[in-house]
């Protein structure tokens, strides 16, 4: 295992927010600023109705929405935003069914420093072709997977895809482990975390989160598994897969780790159905101070957590 | 116990049937699944229909002539019928099918 | 301090030293030999770190750090040439260790199938991270194409693996369904579709004949014919014990090390422990029994009292996604009983196997939640009489729950989910109802439960009886067998609208309750599919009755009947005298038959190929009197030699039984052509009869004569010979598409009326497509299965062995 570099000295993503609907609009229910408190306080002041905003706009798709230049575009808190220096956003609904249970919107800054990417796959024709993405300074990378497509069962995105399962791919630039690896290689990623997004209708739609050493998105990552068909009628998930800069892998075949609804952060999503986002908050796993713990809901019900921290 | 060696169980369709001649009479060798035989008398106490040549299904077999159904871990005939067949010790090893030497004998006949 | 040496440093003999270090650090002075350049790491993880899921790092068991604080001296990528036991001394390639205990954990390798081409470069085995490395370096190569030979544990995982790394992967099985040895048909056939839906081709019952490739491997050649481009060809059919260095140690061998129960083999000084041991006639592959030989064997080498047994084994398949479970026995047993479980909407097979009130085995597929509890009752045995009843359902199901299957319906929360297929849980259902839809049809109107594919109808129904309590009656439509709550109309229309293509399939997509239906359904679903999926289904003589499966009559005393084909009633010398030949040679009894025809009576089974090479000979085929399809064209002699015949009926006759013969049909189907209004061939009472008129053809069908005795009715009237054959062709499809298993014609037509029959057949466009399919399912069907018989199986008509002529003992 890597020695954990314990001061993050750039992180791709700087801010996470959860918005969640309250009657007709969505407001502001937890969010990790940062230093920024200029931007913290322009969001908290601030709301969407259905199809307003970058937030709104993911709740009336039914779908994940990149932003790459706020400047003229429907984003609301562009000023603010300019002066905290970011400069694109990702938002990712969370649908149970036909039911919006919130929207998860993420900001990065600086990109031509930061390495890293959020893509958001989409069905086209039987095939996963790139919708968006957000690549940083990855620019080779971001040219290489907007001509790349995946059919079912390949590479992260397909392998996401076929099975309905979030999956965790290590070392993606080592030189084989990957399909795109020898781009993501020189672009410096290592782990990517990919999750399907389900969302009403037809069409399905696959997140990525590729980390680089450098500019992380996070030093730990973990896939909790809360089917009914694998952990019984019990409100519980376990933890599948996981790898931790501190801790090393988190994953043990014979003695999963399991928590219950409402134990810990992980519970607390478990039973609230809603995204996570913890900030400045020491203690949390492996000693950590921020987190992020995003539910998928699929077949009617919360089928599995994925969390990262940093 | 002896084993007789009656050949790979291949030889048998899954869910099908072979028949050995025996001193004992003729015994239906019953493949059940992808490593499952039993071995049991071929003929039907009801009107001595070749019970080899029936369906089989689960561990069972539908006699061709009249459809009384045997368990074949047992011999009854199941439901309203009133019957039994005789059942024989049967093992695999190795994909070969071993029948049990001393319960097919000339003795066993006597 | 005594000399401990370890040969092999795998996952039995790595827990091995765990358990010796951890209990007694001093007792020895530990040298490990390994041939593989490193140390003990969790080889049943190499398939994630295949994929990509996981990387070799995170399942490195024990790193130098973990051998030098235990002061085990490693001799990592060195070879052990000999071991001589009258010195106690183990020699490496660098050179002599002595011992005072030797342990042997050289494990096992793969087995290659000696096919040509098998030691071509790019054929590997997974065995270890090298094979792993080669496999991904291959993987590397956009648009690479890979061959698993083998459907077991590790060749699926390996597909899996290298399926998400990119690679086109074809995976070769040899027997009829997936990890046959752990799952049965059902949950192979889900894994299979899994695993499909991730782009991998699987193929069943595919033979590899050889692997074609200059300097290095290039394709497989099957033994049907098929060739498959491959650049790498994964060997995964199984392993064999790593054990000659104990032979030529002369340590006494069965299949591998022959240890007893404390792991001691014939040699008081030294042990075996992991794959490389054979037990009480036992091999060992999985992890578990390998812990438990480790621990028993710590224990030994520290002079204390323990024993090794062999128990129950438990299988998971580590592909992301695929949750499947299989434990116990299903092999051997007495008295045993199957529960099953099926959710067709969920993809969910559960099945256990239960002896003497003990659960003795379990597989499941896409619900593993309760796989450990299940586990734990084969393990132990434990007696589950009192929660038979539920215990499919679970642990979170027992203590009291009642049997009552509506108790179970009334207990289910008002968010339950009902029918999976639209999504309508218990709650809308029983509002439905107290709406005032009380009944099926009017809850499938406003609910749309149970409108789709069906399975959930029994469950609607229990609803409605929950909820209106006695102001319901449950209506009696008959299901198909014991196995289904569906009607056979049910499952022809299921089949069709889900494209169920294989018997499988049908039992878990539609719920059956069996593991693999009964002598009811069986000949049904073996027709139904056969009959909609003419190219994709292969016909299962099992399913079959007898004389379908052998192509002859049965009779009383167990002989069979043997029936030429003679179209059109006409026949010749030279074919007259090889059916008295036959009669001769074999003993036959001879009848001339009410269809003009010719039965030989008496045949005994092994004699069939013979009598059947012998009218093949001659030129004749089979005349299916057997079968549930087209048994013979009656004729007059027609205007070619009658003075009435207005037509040539016989002519038509041959052309009809030429073009219909072999064909497949849900009761057997006889035709008649009378040259006139006299209706000499009796055309009037067959299924399909055509009278000749001076205009044309009339064509008349639904006629019977049998214990229901019945005239045709008028079909439709064409004026030339072509339009009769077309609208014949025509009417055999339809029926062969639409009507239940044995029902006649007369009894079909009853049911869906003659109007409607009619419409379809007269409608050209229709008609025509008809006609296109039935040629379709006639390339498939119409071949003399005597002579593929004679041909392919003539073994077995014969008996498997025949004791009787032995010596005595």
């Known amino acids: 295992m890597e020695v954990a570099i314990d001061t993050p000295v750039k992180t791709f993503i700087e801010v996470t927010e959860v918005w969640v609907p309250e009657g007709e609009k969505l407001v502001l229910a937890e969010g990790n600023y940062g230093a920024l408190d200029g931007f913290e306080e322009a969001s908290r002041r601030e709301s969407f109705a259905r199809d307003e905003g970058l937030p709104g706009k993911a709740w009336a798709e039914a779908r994940p929405v990149v932003l790459k230049q706020f400047d003229g575009s429907y984003f609301k808190r562009t000023e603010a935003a300019k002066a905290a220096g970011l400069t694109s956003a990702v938002a990712i609904p969370v649908f149970d069914g036909d039911t919006l249970k919130a929207v998860l919107v ?11 990417a959020i893509e958001v796959w989409a069905e086209t024709d039987g095939l996963l072709m790139l919708d968006d993405g957000y690549y940083g300074a990855a620019k080779h990378f971001e040219w290489v997977s907007q001509h790349t497509h995946f059919p079912a069962g390949q590479g992260l995105p397909g392998g996401v895809w076929s099975s309905k399962t979030p999956i965790l791919m290590r070392d993606l630039g080592s030189g084989y482990r990957f399909i795109r690896a020898d781009s993501a290689g020189k672009a410096g990623l290592t782990t990517g975390l990919g999750l399907p997004v389900p969302v009403p209708g037809k069409r399905g739609y696959i997140l990525t989160l590729l980390s680089a050493r450098g500019t992380p998105i996070a030093r730990r990552f973990e896939i909790w598994d809360a089917r009914s068909a694998k952990v019984g009628k019990a409100n519980d998930a376990i933890l599948i897969d996981g790898i931790c800069a501190r801790e090393g892998a988190l994953w043990d075949e014979d003695n999963p780790r399991r928590v219950t609804a409402w134990q810990g952060a992980i519970g607390r999503v478990l039973g609230t159905g809603i995204p996570l986002v913890e900030g400045g908050k020491p203690g949390l796993a492996a000693g950590y101070d921020s987190m992020v713990a995003l539910p998928i809901h699929q077949g009617g019900e919360l089928s599995h957590i994925v969390a990262w921290y940093l | 116990m002896s084993w007789i060696d009656l050949g790979p169980i291949d030889e048998i369709p899954v869910r099908g049937a072979r028949l050995v001649k025996t001193h004992v009479g003729c015994i239906g060798l019953f493949r059940t699944a992808e490593a499952e035989v039993f071995a049991a008398a071929n003929k039907c106490p009801h009107k001595g229909g070749p019970l080899s040549e029936g369906i089989i299904h689960g561990q069972k077999v539908t006699c061709p002539l009249h459809n009384w159904v045997f368990d074949l871990n047992t011999g009854e005939a199941q439901g309203a019928d009133q019957g039994r067949i005789e059942t024989y010790p049967v093992r695999l090893e190795d994909g070969r099918v071993l029948l049990d030497a001393e319960s097919v004998s000339r003795r066993s006949a006597a | 301090m005594q000399k401990l040496v370890v040969i092999g440093a795998g996952m039995a003999s790595g827990r091995l030293l765990e358990h010796l270090t951890e209990t007694d650090p001093g007792a020895y002075e530990v040298t490990l030999f390994n041939a593989e350049p490193r140390g003990n790491y969790n080889r049943i993880m190499l398939s994630p770190v295949l994929s990509g899921e996981k990387s070799y790092e995170e399942i490195v068991t024990h790193d130098d750090d973990w051998y030098a604080a235990r002061n085990v001296t490693c001799r990592f990528g060195e070879k052990v040439t000999a071991v001589d036991r009258a010195r106690k001394v183990v020699i490496g390639e660098n050179g002599e260790v002595p011992y005072d205990k030797l342990v042997f954990g050289t494990g096992s390798s793969a087995f290659i199938i000696p096919c040509p081409g098998h030691d071509l470069p790019g054929v590997v085995a997974f065995r270890d991270l090298e094979d792993t490395a080669a496999m991904t370096e291959a993987s590397g190569t956009p648009g690479a194409r890979a061959v698993v030979i083998g459907g077991g544990l590790l060749g699926l995982e390996a597909a899996a693996a290298l399926r998400l790394r990119g690679m086109d992967v074809t995976v070769l099985h040899l027997s009829g369904h997936l990890m046959e040895r752990q799952l049965d048909e059902a949950a192979g056939y889900l894994l299979q579709k899994d695993l499909e839906k991730r782009g991998i081709t699987v193929m069943t019952r595919a033979s590899t004949k050889e692997i074609r490739g200059n300097g290095k491997v290039e394709s497989v050649l099957l033994e049907d014919g098929t060739v498959l481009p491959a650049d790498i060809v994964v060997m995964a059919v199984g392993i064999r014990p790593q054990v000659q260095l104990a032979k030529d140690a002369g340590l006494d061998m069965g299949r591998a090390i022959k240890v007893d129960a404390r792991m001691r083999t014939s040699d008081p000084d030294v ?33 204390e009292e323990d024993a090794f047994k062999v128990k129950q084994l438990s299988t998971k398949l580590k592909v992301t996604g695929c949750d499947l479970f299989s434990a116990g026995d299903f092999a051997e047993g007495d008295g045993r009983e ?18 003497n009130d003990r659960l003795i085995g379990a597989v499941m597929y896409g619900d593993t939640a309760d796989s450990n509890w299940f586990f734990g009752l084969i393990r132990d045995g434990e007696d589950i009489a009192d929660m038979r009843e539920s215990l499919i359902f679970g642990p979170g199901f027992q203590g009291g729950a009642a049997a009552d299957p509506l108790s179970a319906v009334a207990a289910l929360p008002p968010e339950a989910e009902i029918c999976g297929c639209n999504g309508v849980c218990k709650g809308r259902i029983t509002q439905a109802i107290e709406g005032g839809a009380t009944d099926l049809g009017a809850v499938r109107a406003t609910t749309k439960a149970s409108a789709s594919c069906g399975t959930c109808t029994g469950l609607v129904e229990q609803l409605l009886a929950v909820t209106l309590g006695d102001g319901y009656a449950t209506p009696a439509a008959q299901p198909m067998c014991g196995c289904t709550d569906l009607t056979h109309e049910d499952v022809r229309r299921l089949i069709k609208s889900q494209e169920l293509k294989s018997q499988p399939a049908v039992w878990q997509e539609l719920g059956w309750t069996t593991p693999n239906g009964c002598h009811v359904c069986r000949p049904a679903v073996n027709f139904y599919l056969l009959a909609d999926w003419p190219l994709d289904y292969q016909d299962d003589p099992q399913s079959r009755f007898v004389n379908e499966r052998n192509h002859a009559n049965i009779q009383k005393d167990g002989t069979y009947s043997v029936m030429p084909r003679m179209f059109g009633g006409m026949t010749d010398a030279s074919e007259l005298r090889a059916i008295a030949d036959a009669a001769d040679k074999y003993g036959a009894v001879v009848k001339v038959t009410g269809g003009q025809r010719i039965d030989l009576l008496g045949v005994k089974k092994e004699d069939l190929p013979g009598i059947w090479e012998d009218l093949n000979n001659a030129g004749m085929v089979s005349g299916h009197a057997y079968s549930k399809g087209l048994r013979t064209v009656k004729t007059c002699v027609g205007s070619d030699w009658c003075r009435f015949g207005t037509q040539d009926s016989t002519g038509l006759g041959i052309k009809l039984e030429k073009r219909l013969w072999g064909s497949w049909t849900p009761h057997k189907v006889k035709l008649a052509v009378s040259g006139c209004p006299r209706n000499c061939a009796e055309a009037t009472c067959k299924d399909i009869g055509i009278v000749c008129v001076d205009s044309g053809y009339q064509i008349g069908v639904g006629g019977a004569a049998g214990m229901d005795v019945k005239e045709v009715e008028r079909l439709t009237e064409v004026a030339t010979e072509e339009e009769a054959i077309d609208m014949t062709v025509a009417f055999v499809q339809l029926y062969r598409e639409n009507a239940k298993y044995l029902d006649r014609p007369y009894k079909w037509i009853a049911k869906v009326g003659l109007d409607w029959v009619r419409e379809q057949v007269v409608d050209p466009a229709t ?43």
């Open chain 1, 106 to 116: 993420v900001l990065c800054g600086d990109d031509s420093e930061r390495t890293g």
């Open chain 3, 271 to 303: 042990f075996a422990v992991g794959e490389c041991v054979e037990f009480e006639g036992n091999l060992f592959g999985l992890v578990a029994p390998l812990y438990d030989q480790a621990k028993v064997l710590a224990r030994t080498l520290l002079a």
């Open chain 3, 338 to 355: 199957d529960i099953v479980f099926r959710d067709p909407a969920r993809g969910i097979y559960k099945r256990l196997v239960i002896e």
């Open chain 3, 767 to 809: 008609r025509a497509g008809l006609i296109e399919r039935f040629d379709i399912s006639q390339t498939v069907y119409q071949k003399d299965p005597w002579a593929e018989h004679v041909a392919e199986r003539r073994a077995r008509y014969a008996p498997l062995a025949d004791l009787t002529l032995e010596a005595a003992e």
